[in-house]
């Protein structure tokens, strides 16, 4: 069960006008807050995780990654094979309407980029992802914003860290409203 894997479920509210915190509170995770910007999200989530933790694993809220993948996220980091792991929509199945056309084009031309400029393959910038706590500390995080999962993955790259990317399936949000519009 991926419950066993986890040893505190931390959600960050980093400005959000539903519930999502008081539901968190009362669902058994620590709710710790944050300024807006994506980044900014999950720099605040692996600062408040308990010191104990070696592996910190970065997911949306909104139910579209499956919880269910978490085992084979984190299985090749605890057998010291890996420093990173990302978990691949794009690999993965993904649920119609899960991902617009143009984040699928995105995450082509962006693997291919940085296969180009950084000698590294990955398929996707999806946001369910675990990486060894040290490794995460060695990269230097400074993105707040949507840019975070992009440069955890270049600087993951020039620090030569151990990547794996695995398929991971995506399904359409389950609830709450994005605030990154489209213009």
């Not at 649920?95 to 980029?113: D, P, T, Y």
Request: net charge positive.
């Amino acid at each position: 069960m991926p419950w066993q894997l986890i040893a505190e479920c931390i959600v960050v509210d980093n400005g959000s006008t539903d519930e999502t915190a008081t539901i968190a509170e009362a669902a058994g995770a620590r709710v710790v807050r944050s300024p807006c910007g994506y980044g900014a999200a999950c720099k605040a989530g692996g600062d408040a995780a308990i010191s104990s933790s070696t592996i910190l694993v970065y997911m949306d809220g909104d139910g579209s990654d499956v919880i269910a993948d978490l085992p084979r996220l984190v299985a090749p980091i605890e057998a010291g094979d890996v420093d990173f792991v990302l978990g691949s929509r794009i690999r993965g199945r993904r649920e119609a309407g899960s991902m617009l056309g143009s984040q699928v084009f995105a995450a082509h031309l962006v693997g291919a980029l940085l296969r180009v400029l950084q000698g590294v393959r990955y398929t996707d910038m999806g946001p369910f992802r675990a990486i060894r706590r040290t490794s995460l500390n060695e990269l230097q995080m400074s993105e707040l914003t949507y840019g975070w999962n992009l440069e955890m993955q270049i600087r993951a790259a020039r620090n030569k860290l151990r990547i794996r990317e695995i398929p991971v399936d995506y399904r359409k949000r389950r609830g709450g409203t994005s605030r990154f519009r489209v213009m």
